[in-house]
Protein backbone atom coordinates (compact mmCIF):
# COMPACT_ATOMS: atom_id res chain seq x y z
CA UNK A 1 0.00 0.00 0.00
CA UNK A 2 3.05 1.99 0.91
CA UNK A 3 4.70 1.82 -2.25
CA UNK A 4 1.44 2.18 -4.46
CA UNK A 5 0.84 5.98 -2.68
CA UNK A 6 4.62 7.07 -3.71
CA UNK A 7 3.74 5.70 -7.19
CA UNK A 8 0.78 8.40 -7.38
CA UNK A 9 2.67 10.55 -5.36
CA UNK A 10 5.77 10.98 -8.09
CA UNK A 11 2.91 10.66 -11.02
CA UNK A 12 1.47 13.27 -9.88
CA UNK A 13 4.46 15.54 -9.01
CA UNK A 14 5.29 14.79 -12.54
CA UNK A 15 2.08 15.98 -14.15
CA UNK A 16 2.20 19.20 -11.39
CA UNK A 17 5.67 19.65 -13.58
CA UNK A 18 4.48 19.27 -16.79
CA UNK A 19 1.80 21.26 -15.94
CA UNK A 20 4.23 24.40 -15.27
CA UNK A 21 6.45 23.85 -17.78
CA UNK A 22 3.27 24.55 -20.61
CA UNK A 23 1.81 27.10 -19.07
CA UNK A 24 5.57 28.81 -18.39
CA UNK A 25 6.44 28.47 -22.52
CA UNK A 26 2.52 29.70 -23.17
CA UNK A 27 3.41 32.55 -21.09
CA UNK A 28 6.77 33.75 -22.74
CA UNK A 29 6.01 32.78 -26.20
CA UNK A 30 3.26 35.24 -25.67
CA UNK A 31 5.43 37.81 -24.16
CA UNK A 32 7.94 37.77 -27.24
CA UNK A 33 5.21 37.71 -29.84
CA UNK A 34 3.58 40.96 -27.95
CA UNK A 35 7.36 42.53 -27.94
CA UNK A 36 7.89 41.46 -31.23
CA UNK A 37 4.47 42.90 -32.74
CA UNK A 38 5.67 46.11 -30.94
CA UNK A 39 8.50 46.70 -32.41
CA UNK A 40 7.13 46.15 -35.34
CA UNK A 41 4.28 48.51 -35.27
CA UNK A 42 6.95 50.81 -33.75
CA UNK A 43 4.49 51.58 -30.41
CA UNK A 44 7.28 50.58 -28.28
CA UNK A 45 10.14 52.35 -30.02
CA UNK A 46 7.92 55.37 -30.15
CA UNK A 47 7.03 55.00 -26.55
CA UNK A 48 10.37 55.07 -25.68
CA UNK A 49 11.39 58.08 -27.47
CA UNK A 50 8.82 59.73 -25.61
CA UNK A 51 9.33 58.83 -22.75
CA UNK A 52 13.15 59.89 -23.43
CA UNK A 53 11.83 63.10 -25.02
CA UNK A 54 9.80 63.99 -21.76
CA UNK A 55 12.48 62.81 -19.20
CA UNK A 56 15.07 64.96 -21.18
CA UNK A 57 12.30 67.82 -20.82
CA UNK A 58 12.11 67.54 -17.50
CA UNK A 59 15.30 67.38 -16.46
CA UNK A 60 16.11 71.03 -17.99
CA UNK A 61 13.65 72.65 -15.07
CA UNK A 62 15.74 72.07 -12.46
CA UNK A 63 16.09 75.53 -10.84
CA UNK A 64 12.50 75.95 -11.11
CA UNK A 65 10.70 75.78 -7.56
CA UNK A 66 9.65 72.31 -6.91
CA UNK A 67 5.52 73.07 -7.48
CA UNK A 68 6.55 74.64 -10.85
CA UNK A 69 8.55 71.10 -11.83
CA UNK A 70 5.69 69.21 -10.42
CA UNK A 71 3.30 71.20 -12.13
CA UNK A 72 5.12 70.59 -15.63
CA UNK A 73 5.80 67.01 -15.16
CA UNK A 74 1.99 66.41 -14.50
CA UNK A 75 1.11 68.61 -17.56
CA UNK A 76 3.43 66.23 -19.73
CA UNK A 77 1.71 63.19 -18.31
CA UNK A 78 -1.69 64.93 -19.24
CA UNK A 79 -0.08 66.19 -22.49
CA UNK A 80 -1.40 69.51 -21.57
CA UNK A 81 0.23 72.42 -22.09
CA UNK A 82 2.08 74.38 -20.09
CA UNK A 83 1.51 78.21 -19.59
CA UNK A 84 4.40 80.01 -18.42
CA UNK A 85 3.19 84.43 -18.26
CA UNK A 86 6.41 86.57 -18.27
CA UNK A 87 4.56 90.22 -16.84
CA UNK A 88 6.16 93.61 -15.79
CA UNK A 89 6.43 97.27 -16.43
CA UNK A 90 7.38 98.38 -20.10
CA UNK A 91 10.86 97.80 -19.02
CA UNK A 92 10.16 94.19 -20.52
CA UNK A 93 10.88 95.52 -23.95
CA UNK A 94 7.67 93.76 -25.41
CA UNK A 95 7.71 95.86 -28.72
CA UNK A 96 11.67 96.46 -28.74
CA UNK A 97 13.32 93.00 -28.69
CA UNK A 98 13.53 93.19 -24.99
CA UNK A 99 14.67 90.47 -22.51
CA UNK A 100 11.20 89.35 -21.95
CA UNK A 101 11.52 88.19 -26.19
CA UNK A 102 14.40 86.81 -26.09
CA UNK A 103 13.27 84.70 -22.72
CA UNK A 104 9.90 84.25 -24.63
CA UNK A 105 11.49 82.84 -27.52
CA UNK A 106 14.29 80.50 -25.85
CA UNK A 107 11.31 78.74 -23.68
CA UNK A 108 9.56 78.18 -27.10
CA UNK A 109 12.99 76.97 -28.82
CA UNK A 110 14.09 74.32 -26.02
CA UNK A 111 10.36 72.85 -24.70
CA UNK A 112 8.61 73.30 -27.78
CA UNK A 113 4.69 72.77 -28.01
CA UNK A 114 5.03 71.41 -24.14
CA UNK A 115 4.65 75.15 -23.43
CA UNK A 116 3.10 78.25 -24.09
CA UNK A 117 4.41 81.47 -23.39
CA UNK A 118 2.76 85.13 -22.69
CA UNK A 119 4.09 88.75 -22.47
CA UNK A 120 2.07 91.02 -20.19
CA UNK A 121 3.44 94.52 -19.85
CA UNK A 122 1.86 96.73 -18.29
CA UNK A 123 2.26 101.04 -17.66
CA UNK A 124 1.00 101.39 -13.84
CA UNK A 125 1.37 100.95 -10.78
CA UNK A 126 0.76 98.44 -8.52
CA UNK A 127 -1.91 100.41 -6.75
CA UNK A 128 -3.24 101.20 -9.95
CA UNK A 129 -2.90 97.22 -11.97
CA UNK A 130 -5.65 96.18 -9.05
CA UNK A 131 -7.78 99.21 -8.72
CA UNK A 132 -8.26 98.96 -12.68
CA UNK A 133 -9.03 94.56 -12.31
CA UNK A 134 -5.68 93.75 -13.64
CA UNK A 135 -5.32 91.01 -10.59
CA UNK A 136 -8.34 89.43 -12.00
CA UNK A 137 -7.24 89.83 -15.98
CA UNK A 138 -4.35 87.78 -15.31
CA UNK A 139 -6.02 85.47 -12.77
CA UNK A 140 -8.45 84.78 -15.74
CA UNK A 141 -5.45 83.60 -18.02
CA UNK A 142 -4.72 80.75 -15.40
CA UNK A 143 -0.84 80.69 -15.99
CA UNK A 144 1.32 77.57 -14.35
CA UNK A 145 4.18 79.82 -14.16
CA UNK A 146 4.10 83.37 -13.24
CA UNK A 147 7.33 85.46 -13.59
CA UNK A 148 6.58 89.01 -12.35
CA UNK A 149 7.94 92.34 -12.04
CA UNK A 150 5.90 93.85 -9.75
CA UNK A 151 5.71 97.59 -10.88
CA UNK A 152 7.86 98.55 -8.33
CA UNK A 153 10.11 101.37 -10.05
CA UNK A 154 6.97 102.22 -11.30
CA UNK A 155 5.54 102.97 -8.02
CA UNK A 156 8.62 105.28 -6.48
CA UNK A 157 7.48 108.00 -5.33
CA UNK A 158 3.70 107.07 -5.71
CA UNK A 159 2.90 104.07 -3.64
CA UNK A 160 3.90 103.47 -0.15
CA UNK A 161 6.28 100.17 -0.14
CA UNK A 162 3.92 98.65 2.67
CA UNK A 163 0.41 99.25 0.17
CA UNK A 164 2.86 97.75 -2.74
CA UNK A 165 2.77 94.60 -1.29
CA UNK A 166 -0.78 94.43 0.13
CA UNK A 167 -1.05 94.77 -3.76
CA UNK A 168 1.39 92.63 -4.97
CA UNK A 169 -0.62 90.12 -2.46
CA UNK A 170 -3.99 90.25 -3.86
CA UNK A 171 -2.84 89.51 -6.74
CA UNK A 172 -0.87 86.60 -6.00
CA UNK A 173 -3.91 85.52 -4.06
CA UNK A 174 -6.37 85.93 -7.01
CA UNK A 175 -3.61 84.22 -9.55
CA UNK A 176 -3.63 81.00 -7.17
CA UNK A 177 -7.39 81.03 -6.54
CA UNK A 178 -7.93 80.81 -9.82
CA UNK A 179 -5.67 78.16 -10.56
CA UNK A 180 -4.20 76.15 -7.33
CA UNK A 181 -1.52 74.46 -8.85
CA UNK A 182 0.09 77.89 -9.88
CA UNK A 183 3.26 78.88 -8.97
CA UNK A 184 4.51 82.76 -9.16
CA UNK A 185 8.10 83.96 -8.91
CA UNK A 186 8.66 87.65 -8.44
CA UNK A 187 11.83 89.67 -9.55
CA UNK A 188 12.76 93.45 -9.67
CA UNK A 189 13.24 95.96 -12.22
CA UNK A 190 16.43 97.08 -13.42
CA UNK A 191 18.70 98.72 -10.85
CA UNK A 192 19.35 103.04 -11.77
CA UNK A 193 22.76 104.52 -11.09
CA UNK A 194 23.03 105.83 -8.02
CA UNK A 195 19.33 105.92 -6.84
CA UNK A 196 18.59 106.64 -3.47
CA UNK A 197 15.29 105.32 -2.17
CA UNK A 198 14.87 102.94 -4.75
CA UNK A 199 17.15 100.30 -3.61
CA UNK A 200 15.36 100.76 -0.19
CA UNK A 201 12.02 99.68 -2.36
CA UNK A 202 13.92 96.71 -3.68
CA UNK A 203 15.47 95.21 -0.93
CA UNK A 204 12.06 95.28 0.63
CA UNK A 205 10.16 93.53 -1.80
CA UNK A 206 13.04 91.04 -1.83
CA UNK A 207 12.35 90.43 1.94
CA UNK A 208 8.73 90.37 1.52
CA UNK A 209 9.05 87.69 -0.71
CA UNK A 210 10.81 86.05 1.79
CA UNK A 211 8.24 86.48 4.36
CA UNK A 212 5.30 85.18 2.08
CA UNK A 213 8.03 82.30 0.41
CA UNK A 214 7.67 83.46 -2.66
CA UNK A 215 10.91 82.99 -4.89
CA UNK A 216 12.57 85.95 -5.72
CA UNK A 217 14.94 86.11 -8.94
CA UNK A 218 17.76 88.78 -7.89
CA UNK A 219 18.98 89.18 -11.42
CA UNK A 220 20.80 92.52 -9.85
CA UNK A 221 23.11 89.95 -9.21
CA UNK A 222 24.47 89.88 -12.79
CA UNK A 223 24.50 93.78 -13.45
CA UNK A 224 27.52 96.16 -12.35
CA UNK A 225 26.55 97.80 -9.04
CA UNK A 226 24.47 100.54 -8.55
CA UNK A 227 27.75 103.21 -7.74
CA UNK A 228 29.75 101.94 -10.70
CA UNK A 229 29.31 103.40 -14.16
CA UNK A 230 30.13 100.72 -16.02
CA UNK A 231 26.04 100.24 -15.17
CA UNK A 232 25.49 103.52 -17.46
CA UNK A 233 26.63 101.29 -20.19
CA UNK A 234 23.56 99.09 -19.55
CA UNK A 235 21.30 101.76 -19.40
CA UNK A 236 20.07 104.32 -21.95
CA UNK A 237 17.69 107.51 -22.24
CA UNK A 238 15.99 109.37 -19.61
CA UNK A 239 14.32 108.31 -17.40
CA UNK A 240 16.69 105.38 -17.30
CA UNK A 241 15.81 102.13 -19.13
CA UNK A 242 17.68 99.22 -19.99
CA UNK A 243 19.30 99.11 -23.77
CA UNK A 244 20.72 96.14 -25.84
CA UNK A 245 23.42 95.33 -23.17
CA UNK A 246 20.79 95.48 -20.09
CA UNK A 247 18.46 93.48 -21.54
CA UNK A 248 20.83 90.68 -22.60
CA UNK A 249 22.24 90.41 -19.30
CA UNK A 250 18.70 90.44 -17.94
CA UNK A 251 17.64 87.91 -20.47
CA UNK A 252 20.85 86.41 -19.60
CA UNK A 253 20.42 85.36 -16.04
CA UNK A 254 16.68 84.55 -16.55
CA UNK A 255 17.45 81.89 -18.87
CA UNK A 256 20.33 80.56 -16.86
CA UNK A 257 17.25 79.97 -14.20
CA UNK A 258 14.66 78.69 -16.28
CA UNK A 259 16.95 76.48 -18.58
CA UNK A 260 19.27 73.74 -16.52
CA UNK A 261 21.99 72.54 -18.49
Known sequence: MKNLFMVLLTIACGVILLLGN???????????????????SGSGEEALDVFAETNS?????????????????TALEEERVFKIVLMGSPAM??????????????LENTFGE???????????????????????KIAAE????????????????KVRIEHSHEYINETITAVIAANPEAVVVLQPPYPL????????????????????????????????????????NYLAGEPSAPNEMGHQVWADYLLDYLISE
Open 22 to 40: LHWKEKTTFSGETVKADAE
Open 57 to 73: LYTLTENWPEAAREAYQ
Open 93 to 106: GVDEGGWSVTVKDE
Open 114 to 136: TVEVQLKSYETTTREFVDSGGHE
Open 142 to 157: EPDFLIWEPFTLTDNG
Open 193 to 232: YQANFYPVQVNALEKYAAKIEVPYLNHWEAWPDMNDEELK
